[in-house]
Every structure is written in C-alpha cells, then in structure tokens.
C-alpha cells in the first residue's frame, strides 16, 4: 500500500542549503503537515530513501550535489521515483522551469514564494498523488483478483478434462493413472524435442503447456464404444475391432461438439481434437482412421502415438502382465520409421529412464486392479 497523502498525515520533506529558508518553509508547513528537512542533496536522498515523504520541496542551485542532480537520482531509484517533487528556487526563467519539469518534476515554484500559493499547490499535488496511489492500488488488486479466478478457471477446466478422460477410462481395461502416465510422457517427448529443427517452431514453451493439457482426452472417444466390446478380455474379432477403431473419430466429434456449444475456438481442444483423431495413425500409413503417412499426421499425434503404445505395453491389465520396461523400449524402438515418427522415437531412446520413471511414480495399485476385475466380471455376467 502507499503512504497516506492526506493533509494531517502527509510528510513533506524541505532541502535547502540556507537554514533561514530551512526554518521558513518548516513554519510554514508544519501547521498542515508532519515536516522534514535536509540542508544539502546527500542528506536528502538518505532520508527519502529510509522512510520516502509524500512530497519533497527541493531547492535546485546547492554546493555538491544540486537540486536537479537530486531530483534526477531520486527518478532513477524505483524507490523514490514516484514522490512528487517541486522545485523550490530563486533561478526563475522559462528555461530553468522547462529543465526541471524535464528531469521529472511536478512543479517549480520561483522564490520569494507566496505562502497561499505554496500551500495551494502542495496540497494539489498530493490530492493527485493520493488519486494516483489508489489507482495504483486498485489496479494492483484487480490484477490480483484476475489472475486469481484465471487460476481458478485454469483449475477447473484441468479438473473437467481429467474427469472427462476418466470417465473414458472407466469403461476400458486400463486404470485412470493411464491418464496421468500419458500426459507425463507427452511433456518429457516435447520438451526432449523442443530445440529439434523439425519441432522447434511447434513445440515451445506454450505449445507444450496446451499438449500437457490436451493429451488426457486422447481416449474419450471410448465413451460411445459398447460395453460387450469395450470390456471384452481378450482379442476382438474383424468386426469388433471395426467398432472399436470408430473411438477416434467419435472422440475428434465430441470434443468438436463442446466447443461448438462454448461457440468460440479454444486452443487445447483444437489439439486434443488431433491427438483423439489420429492418435492411432502410424507413420508408414497404415494406421487408422484415414491412413495418414509421416508428416501428414499431426505432430501431437505423434507424439501421443509413442506414449500411448508404451503405457500399454508395460501396463497390467486383468488378462495379462505388463511387459517389462526393457521390452517395451525395444518394440518402441522396432517401430522407428514405421510404427513411429524417427526423430520421436529417438527421443524417446534418450529417455527411456525418465519414461520408467513416470510409470513407477503413477503405478496402478492391487486395488485398481480389482476393481477392473471385478468389472469384467459384471460385464460378463450382463452378457
């Protein structure tokens, strides 16, 4: 907060190297406001610094340092810059005047002064200094309160989405921390590749940040798979496999879908639209939905597509084991050129402790898995 400019609290401080014009100004002033004074600039600027005064009354033509010297140290120092100053001084010519409102001042006053016109425009300059500090002020909390409810809504769109992938994880036989592995992973690969010449361009600070936050709705689509082939413990026949590939396009439509209902275009959800749509695209082209080959399919489908494999290759599920890490590493680096972007999966080979990291630190626990068992188990009964 700033100090109180108001006439029974304001503290003006008088420099003056003449101590009858000292005791002048202090008489005069201190009838209205709490007064300091300092007979030369060094004096000046040690007392403005330890405790800033509202105003300072400042004589220009001092030995050693002169008013203008003064006033322009005290503009430089974000300390004291915005004390209000007003030249005090017998040196009286436009040109004088025009210099010291050119080193910052707010006002020039030309000795002898007249005491109704001192006073009047002191306390004309702290009334604008009082307006201005609660500008200031105000300013200061209403950025405050914006950035507040900024994360707040940044809080509750994470939330929303997390619940939205969950809820498509539910219905699958991997467990909700698939979400957070995957997402990790995405951030590690991008990041890995952020000062690559052909990610560069895309991959910066908060392009990275937007991927982070889209990477959890890569699945949604499995929301509108049904549930005899969603929870199906074991390989799924031609035509089963047909319905389960539509989860990529029926994700891309329902994300699409929710931002036609916000009405305005959000940049995470035009890459979780990608990363949904085509996240199951191989590099060669023989990936689906479309087939797309190499630089034809989105770089944050790329990168989900190196994620997303992984995660489920090492993933337990209730019909089979995870695979060990190294393994895993190895299929993931078999499908360089292929499977995978190249320049991606030599990514991933750099880290490949970080990856293992990340799935040790979001490791499914016992009880997830039985809940998914037990599931399965539901579903098996229902059918």
């Not at 009047?120 to 309160?145: G, H, I, K, M, P």
């Not at 959890?216 to 509108?224: E, S, T």
């Not at 396009?249 to 275009?265: C, V, W």
Request: with cysteine; net charge negative.
């Amino acid at each position: 907060m700033h100090p109180s400019t108001s006439h029974d609290q304001a503290t003006i401080l008088v420099v003056d190297d003449t101590p009858d014009n000292l005791s002048l100004m202090s008489g005069l002033l201190r009838t209205h406001y709490r007064v300091k004074v300092a007979n030369n600039g060094e004096k000046a600027l040690r007392i403005a610094q330890a405790a800033p005064p509202d105003l300072i009354l400042l004589d220009i033509m001092m030995p050693e340092l002169s008013g203008y010297q003064v006033c322009q140290m005290l503009k430089a120092d974000p300390a004291t810059r915005a004390i209000p100053i007003i030249f005090l001084t017998a040196m009286n010519s436009s040109e004088d005047e025009k210099h010291g409102l050119e080193m910052g001042a707010e006002d020039f006053i030309s000795k002898p002064v007249n005491p109704p016109v001192l006073l009047a425009r002191v306390a004309t300059q702290l009334r604008l200094q009082a307006a201005t500090n609660r500008l200031v002020d105000q300013n200061s909390y209403l950025e405050r309160e914006i950035n507040k409810r900024t994360q707040e809504l940044a809080a509750i769109q994470d939330v929303t989405i997390l619940a939205m992938a969950s809820l498509a994880e539910t219905r699958d036989n991997d467990t909700g921390n698939h979400i957070r592995r995957t997402q990790f992973y995405v951030k590690a690969l991008a990041e890995q590749l952020q000062s690559h010449p052909r990610f560069s361009a895309f991959l910066n600070e908060e392009m990275i940040a937007t991927l982070f936050k889209s990477a959890p709705l890569h699945d949604i689509g499995k929301v509108g798979i049904p549930d005899q082939i969603m929870l199906k413990p074991g390989r799924f026949t031609p035509e089963e496999f047909a319905i389960m590939q539509t989860h990529t396009t029926l994700g891309r439509d329902a994300i699409q879908h929710a931002e036609d209902r916000l009405g305005m275009n959000v940049p995470f959800l035009h890459y979780a639209k990608e990363i949904a749509y085509s996240h199951q695209e191989k590099w060669d082209g023989s990936g689906y939905p479309q087939g797309l080959r190499g630089e034809e399919i989105p770089i944050s489908a790329r990168l989900m597509a190196v994620a997303d494999v992984y995660d489920a290759l090492i993933s337990r599920r209730v019909y089979k084991e995870g695979m060990p890490h190294s393994r895993a590493v190895q299929i993931i680096i078999e499908g360089k050129g292929n499977h995978f972007d190249p320049d991606i999966v030599q990514a991933f080979e750099q880290l490949t402790d970080t990856f293992q990291e990340i799935a040790l630190r979001f490791a499914d626990s016992d009880a997830d898995m039985a809940k998914k068992a037990q599931q399965l188990e539901q579903a098996k009964v229902a059918y």
